[in-house]
């Protein structure tokens, strides 16, 4: 059975798609041990699954083989998510050769790719055995190299040319650190060799952990040996498994349903922590929990209340349009002119006044500064409207196809889905950027599920393009 360690503010909801899955968990949080009705095993994990720095994101790590059928069962489960796969394993080990060299960087090829190696001693030609320190994962990085290659294990992994010991952030006991540090010096005294103890090791007992150090030794020394008798650049050893899921606000809403099966969960929840809000999000589930209104469904009106009077306080917010690629596009903020609740949902209309000139994507139209852009906001429509006006004249409307928007105090975030709908005043109405979704598809950035959602939203504005466009010599009723 294939072991999984789940951590961050989804962990609840992951754990019970992958309990239900069939896969075990061990070094579960005390909270969400209670959850799930589960006692703690404290084996070693196969695959770690958590989010990352950017919560929006979702990282899978572990063996390749048993961490590819977490990730495929999350992708199954979540569906609306951006994907970002690493052709390379990280801490996979190569032997490689330099291809080219600039001062003390190398290019290496190391069979079918190449990577980047800092600082670089070797000259053109020369062979040298590397590991996979940054794989990458979006269209935008590169792969990087290092001579300090990680022979990984269960519990420890072994490191080249870097001798000294670390431990994984989760091992803070003191004595703990002090058992662990004996059996690596007892172990790798004078042999170059640095150690890294995994969060597992904490659980495990000496001998395990000795034992472990044993086989990888004998493991590096096999693989300096196959290296020296290597003539052409080709792979040592396999490393980890590693992707990122990115969570658009229709897989955080599948989120909050399977959280719900096992514990009190507002409406947004997910969506709400990723954006800073977690004392809300606890505090209103913690009255939840001593009412006798459910486990949190159609709590969405109360939630949206509360944040709208937020705005309309604040007076304005910023845009952040998250693309495909993996970048964040921190759009000009604008004012706030109304927001209200409506159908659980909220809505409102920002103000941008535009700073700089050039042109109107799409609409072919200059742009100037002092231009208005009102921008309606529907957490319920899978659009953000932009609507272009100069001096009470209409240039233009740009409707943005996109995962609903999320929408807390002083920000509001979405998740582009390229393709976009332009209507002009001439009352001509055209589709942009159809190629570039089709392509992000064909190589797997954007799930099917995505895909068909986008087709769907471009339909449904095709079918009623002035119902999308906002003229603000009217009210919000539009």
């Known amino acids: 059975m294939v072991s999984v360690r789940v951590r961050g503010i989804y962990a609840t909801a992951i754990s019970k798609i992958l309990l239900e899955s069939g896969f075990k968990l061990v070094e579960a949080s005390e909270k969400v041990r209670e959850r799930l009705g589960i006692d703690l095993d404290a084996a070693p994990c196969d695959v770690t699954v958590k989010d990352c720095e950017n919560v929006d994101e979702l990282l899978v790590v572990g063996f390749p083989g048993e961490a590819g059928l977490v990730y495929k069962v999350l992708l199954d489960s979540l569906k609306y998510v951006f994907r970002w796969e690493s052709p390379v394993e990280l801490h996979a080990i190569y032997v490689g050769r330099v291809t080219s060299k600039q001062g003390e960087l190398c290019v290496v090829d190391i069979g079918g790719t190449h990577g980047s190696l800092y600082p670089c001693k070797e000259e053109v030609g020369s062979k040298v055995v590397v590991g996979v320190k940054k794989p990458p994962l979006k269209p935008q990085e590169r792969l990087t190299l290092t001579r300090n290659f990680r022979i990984v294990g269960k519990y420890i992994a072994l490191v080249h040319g870097e001798p000294r010991i670390s431990f994984s952030e989760h091992i803070r006991d003191s004595s703990v650190r002090a058992r662990l540090s004996v059996i690596a010096a007892s172990k790798l005294a004078g042999s170059g060799l640095g150690i890294h103890f995994r969060s597992s090791s904490k659980y495990a007992d000496s001998r395990s952990i000795a034992s472990e150090v044993d086989v990888l030794l004998e493991e590096y020394r096999n693989l300096l040996k196959r290296a020296e008798e290597a003539r052409e650049p080709a792979k040592l050893r396999d490393g980890e498994f590693i992707a990122i899921l ?41 009255l939840l929990m001593h009412s006798s209104g459910g486990r949190g469904e159609g709590t969405g009106a109360g939630v949206a209340t509360y944040i709208v009077k937020s705005l309309l306080e604040t007076g304005t917010v910023e845009f952040l349009h998250v693309r495909p690629t993996g970048e964040v596009i921190r759009l000009q903020p604008g004012r706030v002119v109304n927001a209200r609740v409506e159908s659980n949902k909220l809505v409102m209309v920002v103000e941008r006044t535009i700073k700089s000139g050039g042109t109107y994507d799409g609409l072919n139209v200059e742009r100037r500064p002092g231009d208005v852009d009102y921008v309606v906001v529907d957490t319920g429509k899978p659009v953000l409207s932009h609507n272009y006006h100069r001096a009470g004249s209409w240039l233009g409307s740009y409707i943005n196809i996109n995962t609903p928007p999320e929408v807390a105090p002083g920000v509001v975030k979405y998740h582009d889905l390229l393709i976009d709908v332009v209507i002009h005043p001439s009352g001509e109405t055209r589709l942009v950027d159809v190629e570039e979704l089709e392509r992000l598809r064909e190589q797997g950035a954007v799930t099917d599920a995505l895909y068909l959602y986008a087709k769907r939203a471009v339909e449904d504005v095709l079918a009623n393009p002035y119902g999308y466009v906002y003229n603000p010599s009217r009210n919000l009723e539009k």
């Open 246 to 286: 990115g969570l658009t606000s229709l897989a955080k809403q599948l989120l909050d349903g399977y959280r719900r099966q096992v514990t009190y969960t507002i409406d947004m929840h997910h969506s709400l922590k990723s954006m800073g809000l977690s004392d809300l999000v606890d505090f209103a589930e913690h």
